[in-house]
């Protein structure tokens, strides 16, 4: 099977359900709906998050509608949370309105670093997935909390790259590599993703899927961004896959030395 065949089966499967695409797109600081329209094409994404709390779920004009045309899943989340009980009722408020038990959680500490509140996220974690929600949890790059929440049923761990619309990428690839080795759900990055080349680098770590918004979003031109975030995913998960080269402290010819002076000689 060609590279291409393999990753046109290589499906991210959530919940019990697959996708062709590893790439989740949010709709956070975008311009227009028009220009989230065209991200969403470009991006080829087949989920995208919405904060319950800005959108009305109905009518023409709304986001969910325009998903909708698109065929592409909600996810709705907690944004603009910053207790465990603000977050449930919201996630209670999306299942109603959208009649989904899907919901990326999203507990925050503070307004200045927008990370996760480690207690309050475990604590609304725990009670979401006790009534049956699946649960996308953002986290902060921590592999104990990572695997605490794990271990209380999340569907999914959404660990931080760096701040959310921070354009910082990946400050700390080992602790992410960390998680995915010690996970058994999918890790998806989340937030810090600044241009196309941290998306590869999560996917090269070992992530099962990149969400990110403000990099498409907020681009000069958000289309063409979203389709270079598109190549870049399929790239690092080639990459992934195929197995990199161990890391040398010195260098190591490509070609083998063997023969060579032996053939020089023939040849004079």
Known sequence: MSTIDHLATDTFDIDGQQFSSRLILGTGGASSLASVEQALQA???????????????????????????????????????????????????????????WIKLEVIADEHTLLPDPIELFSAAEQLVAEDFTVFAYTNDDPALAKRLEDVGVAAIMPAGSPIGSGLGILNPHNI???????????????????????????ELGCSAVLLASAVTRAHNPALMA????EAVRAGRAAHLAGRIPRRDVALASSPAEGMMQTLVGEL
Do not use: K, W
């Open 227 to 230: 389709q270079g975030m598109r």
């Open 43 to 101: 991006s080829g994404t087949e989920i995208t998050t919405v904060a319950i709390r800005h959108f009305a779920a109905a009518g023409s004009g709304s986001v969910y509608e325009l998903l909708r045309r698109n065929n592409v899943r909600p996810l709705p989340n907690t944004a603009g949370c910053f207790t465990a009980r603000d977050a449930v009722l919201t996630a209670q408020l999306a299942r109603e309105a959208l009649e989904t038990n």
């Open 177 to 203: 590599s960390t998680i995915v080795a010690r996970s058994n759900v999918p890790v998806i990055l989340d937030a810090g993703v600044g241009t196309a080349s941290d998306a590869a680098l999560a996917m």
